[in-house]
């Protein structure tokens, strides 16, 4: 064989967003060797950038006399190759530059070049002669004695800091120190000492009922290949627990479990569960943590010291060192795409991952995406299905009330006021589900009919009592509430539609006795906020939760006995395709919190369409016989999951900037695609359904084909054609794949 060429030149990704590698020159490498996977620095412009070295060569299309060397490098052990496999398959695949991926990939402060080493604490334990010292040995130094005897009490070492919370002092410990008697070692914070399988489980697991059971069997059966699996069962049939077993074979095998969860399911409430079953660390990555605390995970996840990982979207990219399975929770979730810049979808990636890896991966949700649904009925996922629930009861049924030419208060007509006095007076709690925070969606003048509108997007102001002023959820513009009528000067303004502030007001009126809560991003704006109003709620006394989307979804609210949705047509009718899906999905999870203890359940919803044929059926047989419709539908009309979709999206602040690069590149794609590939279709370009947002036109375009690397290649000729394009340096970009809202 002969020998490799010596690597003189290094490919290496850099944050940018051209999607392309760069090439520099290579310097005397770290002690293993140029490799693939190390970081770097590298002159870049006129700064200095961390890079990746992607690939190393001997040789350059650059001419020589232009390359520049490498500053220097970070590290001498690379990044996994498993997880740089990852980010160039997410740069491909959303056609995105390698450089910005593995930039959103690392932890922040990798990113700026901090070493791969995860934080240490000193910890101390006893040496083999401080355990056999007698225990009166130390009489005249009572304080020592004492420190002595604690740390006999934890053969796994106590840190520091936890020994001086004890009131101990260094210079105690130091004392013990010189004597021989403790010795200090510095180590990870998050270390795994991996207990034996039969001593993995801190609580015993639940015995499963039959459906659970079968689902683990099959399950196991897959768990040392790629396997792709949908648990699909309504809320509360025990999907959690059956991921909880799966963890626990994957586990006691030596592997690690990689969860991830939509924002809002990573609770305080799902973490202490996952906590309680087992004894090995249980690591949480998500945006509230501390630099230091995301890197400590990272690493502990890297080096195998972090047995289970839960996150949410961005946790794809963690790195395993040993991987076992991916679970996806509540797969449908649209917090799991992530809607600007790198478009990835976390669940997609998480799919291709395990593929990567040969092992299973799976979905869980009570309202499976119809992508997913539709790869089980294809049978390429196993469907597993759950369609009990552990407790008694089933699921409620929703019952449509109409609302039209009736009278509300606070939204809510006289027969769902009625419902709420007589759940109360059983002293069981009800949940008002109202999709709008804020007090009224609008503000509007009497007299000539104005509304209150945003100077920067095409969409009403909402009005906000606490403070009290017009705030644009859009752009997040904010202003006072006009004395007068800007149109026609009456003073007579006022509130259209209701909000979760005014439903919370007009609730107080008709039930003074009972407390309310609102539940909305305002409310709990503080971290702690939310989970001392939960911890309220949780008590079980009577009361009236007033909440966004933030409720409905993974809390478990086991007191509400009674669901209204104060107004099921909002998202119902909006021009996207996936409305119907996406509203059902969210009907569901709603409908999801009531009467999961003892007591069954009723959800109200009310709606101006409840002869609305969709809506009847979701209520009359459910999310699963109405995605079956809704996939019919989307066979018929040619729509994912049967069509791959790719959407450019186009904005700037000048209307005929994004107009003219709208028309020039729908007509030089249709050119290409007449010629190249015909069966990839070009729609539009349109006005995004929002035409004005935050002071910026937007436009867009959508690709559509039948098989997805056909529609790679042209959006791969757009993105090229685009980057060469004069005009559209004048008009911001980007290309979704898979979009999820158009
Ligand atoms: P899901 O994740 O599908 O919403 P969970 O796993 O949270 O369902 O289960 C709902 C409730 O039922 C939880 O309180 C859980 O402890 C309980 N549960 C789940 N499986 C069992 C079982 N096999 N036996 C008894 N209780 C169970
Ligand atoms: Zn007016
Ligand atoms: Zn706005």
């Given amino acids: 064989m002969p020998s490799p060429s010596p690597t003189t030149i290094l490919g290496v990704a850099v944050p940018s967003p051209l999607r392309r590698l760069f090439d520099y020159r290579a310097i005397a490498p770290p002690p293993g060797g140029w490799r693939p996977g190390l970081r770097v620095r590298v002159p870049f412009g006129r700064r200095e950038v961390v890079g990746i070295v992607i690939e190393c060569r001997d040789h350059s299309e650059v001419p020589a006399a232009s390359l520049k060397p490498i500053a220097g490098w970070l590290d001498d052990t690379p990044l996994p190759e498993d997880w740089l496999w990852l980010c160039r398959f997410t740069a491909r695949y959303y056609q995105h530059s390698l450089g910005d991926t593995l930039t959103h990939a690392l932890p922040g402060l990798l990113r700026q070049g901090r070493p791969l080493e995860a934080r240490t604490r000193e910890t101390w334990r006893l040496t083999p002669d401080g355990q056999s010292l007698p225990a009166e040995a130390l009489a005249r130094a009572p304080r020592q004695a004492a420190l002595l005897a604690m740390l006999r009490q934890h053969p796994r070492g106590l840190a520091t800091p936890a020994i001086g919370a004890q009131g101990f002092t260094r210079a105690q410990l130091q004392a013990l120190a010189s004597k021989g008697l403790i010795h200090a070692d510095l180590e990870p914070l998050i270390e795994a000492p991996l207990p034996s399988a039969d001593r993995l489980l801190a609580e015993p697991a639940l015995t499963l009922n039959g459906e659970q059971a079968q689902a683990l069997g099959r399950l196991h059966d897959g768990l040392e290949r790629f396997s792709p699996a949908l648990l699909h069962g309504v809320t509360g049939s025990g999907k959690t627990e059956v991921y909880l077993q799966l963890i626990e074979a994957v586990v006691a095998r030596g592997r690690q479990a990689l969860v991830l969860v939509p924002e809002i399911g990573l609770t305080p409430q799902t973490l202490a569960r996952f906590r309680k079953r087992f004894r090995v660390p249980v690591v949480a990555l998500h945006s509230g943590l501390a630099d230091g605390e995301r890197l400590d995970a990272w690493l502990a996840a890297l080096q195998g010291r972090a047995p289970i990982v839960i996150g949410t979207r961005s946790a794809v990219f963690t790195p395993l060192a040993r991987p076992g399975v991916i679970i996806v929770d509540e797969e449908h979730d649209g917090s799991l795409k992530q809607q600007d810049g790198l478009r990835y979808h976390a669940r997609d990636l998480a799919v291709a991952r395990a593929h990567y890896h040969d092992i299973p991966v799976l979905l869980g949700s009570a309202t499976p995406s119809l992508e997913s649904l539709a790869q089980a009925h294809s049978g390429r996922y196993q469907h597993l299905r759950l369609t009990r629930r552990a407790s008694r009861h089933a699921p409620a049924r929703l019952e449509l009330i109409d609302t039209r030419g009736r009278p509300r208060r606070g939204g809510l007509i006289p027969p769902v006021i009625e419902a709420i006095r007589q759940t109360l007076a059983a002293r069981h709690q009800v949940l ?11 503000l509007a003048c009497e007299a000539c009919g104005w509304l209150a509108e945003c100077r920067h997007c095409d969409a009403r102001l909402t009005l906000h009592r606490q403070p009290h002023q017009l705030v644009c959820h859009h752009c997040d513009h904010q202003q006072p509430l006009p004395d007068a009528c800007p149109q026609c000067g009456s003073a007579d303004l006022r509130p259209l539609g209701t909000g979760t502030e005014r439903s919370e007001e007009s609730l107080a009126g008709l039930f003074p006795e009972v407390p309310i809560y609102r539940i909305d991003r305002d409310s709990t704006r503080r971290k702690e906020a939310f989970e001392t109003l939960l911890n309220e709620v949780r008590r079980g006394d009577p009361a009236i939760l007033v909440g966004t989307q933030m409720l409905a979804k993974g809390h478990h609210l086991p007191h509400v006995t009674l669901v209204v949705v104060v107004n099921a047509d909002a998202g119902l009718y909006a021009s996207d395709f996936r409305a119907m899906e996406q509203s059902a999905q969210l009907l569901e999870q709603v409908a999801g919190r009531a009467g999961r203890a003892e007591h069954p359940g009723r959800v109200l919803v009310q709606t101006q369409h409840s002869d609305d044929p969709q809506l009847g059926l979701l209520a009359s047989q459910g999310y699963d016989a109405l995605a079956e419709q809704l ?11 049967y069509r791959f979709l790719a959407l450019l999206r186009l904005e700037a602040p000048r209307e005929e900037a994004v107009q003219a ?10 050119a290409w695609l007449a010629d190249q590939a015909p069966e990839v279709h070009c729609l539009g370009p349109v006005p995004a359904p929002m035409e004005r947002r935050q002071g910026r036109y937007h436009m867009q375009l959508m ?6 690397s056909r529609l790679h290649e042209a959006g791969a000729w757009l993105i090229g054609w685009l980057e060469q394009c004069r005009e559209a340096r004048r008009v911001r970009w980007s290309l979704d794949i898979d979009p999820q809202t158009l």
Avoid at 631 to 641: F, G, I, N, W
Avoid at 661 to 670: E, I, K, T, W
């Fill in 432 to 442: 008002v589900f109202i999709n709008r925070r804020g007090f009224a969606p609008t």
């Fill in 631 to 641: 996939l019919t539908e989307r066979r018929a009309a040619a729509l994912p999951p």
């Fill in 703 to 708: 690709l559509s084909a039948e098989r997805r």
């Fill in 661 to 670: 690069l709208a028309g020039q590149s729908a007509d030089a794609l249709r």
